[in-house]
Structure formats: C-alpha cells, structure tokens
C-alpha cells in the first residue's frame, strides 16, 4: 500500500473551513483514499473516502486531485469537537488493505 | 464500536511474564488486525488475519504472536513482556472494499492500554 504525507499540525478557526492536505504520490490505480480522525485516546473513526471523484458526506468533502497523488479533506465549519488527529490512508481493494497509518495531522480548532 | 470488543482495557504487567489480549467482533468480517500506538505516534500493525487460522505479520511483529481460531476473535501475546511494548494497542476488523459492509473500510476498537514495569 502507497504512503501518505501531511503536515503534522493546523490551527483552524471555529466555525470557517479547516482544509486539511494529503500527499500520496505514488498511489496504485486501484487504491482508495480513506480519512480517519482519532478523539483523545479513542480509537479511530471514519470520516469518508474516494477512489476518483470528490466525495461529500454529512461530515466532510474529500477533493481527489485528477492524477490522484494527493487529495483535501474539508470540513466545512469547524467546531471545538473537531479537534483531533487526521489519517488518511490508502488501501487497496479486495484484499486485506493492511495500511500504514503515518503521524497524522494534528487539527486544533480554536474558538 | 458495538461490533468489536477489547479485553482487558487496561493492563499493568510485569517485565517478563506473558500476556494475551482479545479482540471480539460480531460483525463476521474476515479481516482482522492488531495496531499499536506509542504517545504521539500514529498506529503501526503489529499482526493481521485474513481469515480462521491464517496470519501474517506486520511492520512491528517482533516479540509478538496472533491466533484467530474462529472467526469472530483475534488474540495478541506477547510471549515475554518487555517495558518498550508498553503501549495502546488497537484491534481494527474490516472487509474487502467494494463489500457494502466494507464502506468504512476498517472499524476500531476502544483500545488496551498496556503498561509493562
């Protein structure tokens, strides 16, 4: 499985758009893009994923670049409990997908 | 989550000794896993299974060992605990994507905090 860059922390302000960065430049065609994001100590939940398009759900919106070698997830209105560590990963269809999940990006929400 | 299970939640173990930790689901998906997570670090894979009784390693596997005998349940020993394995470890199920249960790709546990002196 391909691995992903991010920064390692961001600072949002409460209520505008915190847009956080995903490198995967050498993603495989048949490869997903996958966030999580991890609370405190709990352990991680997902957010959305997408394999080409851009994808929204009642959480987020993921951006996929058209080369898919890297991707923005967006949320749209940042709230305290939005504070939290950021994966996004790759895996591979059909099979076990055992990914890396690298240090995250650290988002702090700031009021 | 409801569907998968940690036991214990917390240890505190002794240099030396062995100890197992468990991971149930009820979900009946095939793949299972074993993280862990070190302070501000993101989570390496120790162990994954890929169905009853077959296992493969991971990028941190030393001084571990995996057993899934039925599919709802995975365990990790640690056969001689030493102080750097002191962690939390995180067990994560998933299915093959394109499977409508596998929309979330992978789903964790709670977690064990695992301590070793």
């Known amino acids: 499985d391909a691995k992903t860059t991010q920064p390692p922390s961001m600072d949002c302000a409460e209520g505008r758009a915190a847009n956080l960065p995903c490198n995967h430049s050498?993603?495989?065609?048949?490869?997903?893009v996958y966030w999580y994001r991890q609370i405190h100590s709990q352990g991680p939940q997902y957010i959305i994923h997408?394999?080409?398009n851009n994808e929204t759900n009642e959480m987020a919106s993921l951006i996929i670049t058209e080369d898919r070698k890297s991707s923005t997830l967006i949320l749209p209105h940042a709230t305290l409990r939005d504070t939290a560590v950021y994966y996004c990963?790759?895996?591979?269809?059909?099979?076990?997908?055992?990914?890396?999940f690298g240090d995250g990006t650290t988002l702090t929400v700031k009021p | 989550d409801a569907g998968i299970t940690q036991s214990p939640r917390h240890k505190v173990t002794e240099t030396g000794t062995p100890v197992t930790l468990r991971c149930h689901q009820t979900?009946?998906?095939?793949?299972m896993y074993w993280y862990r997570q070190d302070p501000g670090h993101g989570l390496r894979l120790i162990h994954y299974?890929?169905?009853?009784?077959?296992?493969d390693k991971g990028e941190v596997s030393d001084g571990y060992s995996v057993s899934r005998s039925k599919t709802e349940d995975f365990l990790l020993t640690l056969e001689s605990a030493t102080s750097s394995q002191t962690s939390v470890y995180f067990c994560?199920?998933?299915?093959?994507?394109?499977?409508?249960?596998?929309?979330?790709?992978?789903?964790f546990g709670s977690g064990t905090r695992l301590t070793v002196v």
């Open positions: 994560a199920i998933s299915e093959s994507i394109g499977l409508q249960s596998s929309r979330v790709g992978y789903t």
């Open positions: 050498t993603i495989s065609g048949n490869e997903y």
């Open positions: 997408g394999l080409k």
């Open positions: 990963i790759v895996r591979v269809a059909h099979n076990a997908g055992k990914s890396t």
């Open positions: 979900e009946n998906h095939r793949y």
């Open positions: 299974s890929y169905g009853v009784k077959d296992t």
